[in-house]
């Protein structure tokens, strides 16, 4: 086989990765609009479908199950959380003020608009006990969080439990804010985060 033909024969399987891949994207947009916003339990495949243009054998043939699209919907917005956080703490250099500056975060997050809660801590409510895929993502998620956290305590040479501590006061600022509808449990959070430190000096 000569490269003209080679390449020749690349250029379809390289079109149809491409278009799988576009196709993969449109449906992950559409899920992750239509889960959060919606719930995962109140959305089917064909909402999936409708909101994304992908249609219903491609979706199939992409996620076999619906199950796997939600694995995947909280695998990518993991990944985007995780990296808009890390964003924002890295604007700061003192290390007790990048511990702050992470419930500066989570008050800006609480205050976007479609604002519904964790969306790890709503997926477990709804599927946790029946999915061992959504629990084992959502321990994931907050495992990660936690080590972040325990990063920025270790770089500021504070106790190990106080990082365990200020994971607690996020998970519940998210969780009030997530029923609340408001930023406050941000603020307040903040607050009691800024007494551990000072009370730790």
């Known amino acids: 086989m000569d490269s003209t033909t080679a390449r020749n024969q690349a250029a379809p399987s390289r079109t149809r990765e491409q278009a799988l891949a576009l196709a993969r994207e449109q449906a992950l947009d559409a899920a992750e609009r239509l889960f959060y916003g919606r719930g995962i339990q109140a959305v089917g495949m064909d909402d999936i479908r409708g909101d994304s243009g992908v249609s219903l054998k491609r979706l199939y043939q992409l996620f076999p199950a619906k199950e796997h699209l939600v694995d995947a919907y ?17 604007r700061w250099r003192e290390p007790e003020r990048r511990i702050l500056a ?23 409510g709804e599927l946790g006990t029946g999915s061992e895929r959504v629990a084992a993502r959502t321990r994931a998620h907050k495992a990660a969080f936690r080590t972040y956290l325990a990063g920025l305590v270790s770089a500021a040479g504070r106790p ?13 600022a998210m969780v009030t804010a997530g029923i609340d509808g408001s930023a406050e449990p941000a603020a307040q959070a903040r607050s009691a985060a800024r007494l551990l430190l000072e009370a730790g000096k």
């Open 74 to 90: 909280l695998e990518r917005r993991d990944l985007r959380w995780r990296a808009r956080l890390a964003e924002h703490v890295d």
């Open 102 to 124: 992470v419930f500066d975060w989570l008050g800006l997050w609480f205050a976007e608009p479609g604002f519904r809660g964790c969306a790890w801590i709503n997926a477990y």
């Open 160 to 172: 190990a439990a106080l990082g365990d501590q200020l994971f607690l006061l996020a998970e519940g």
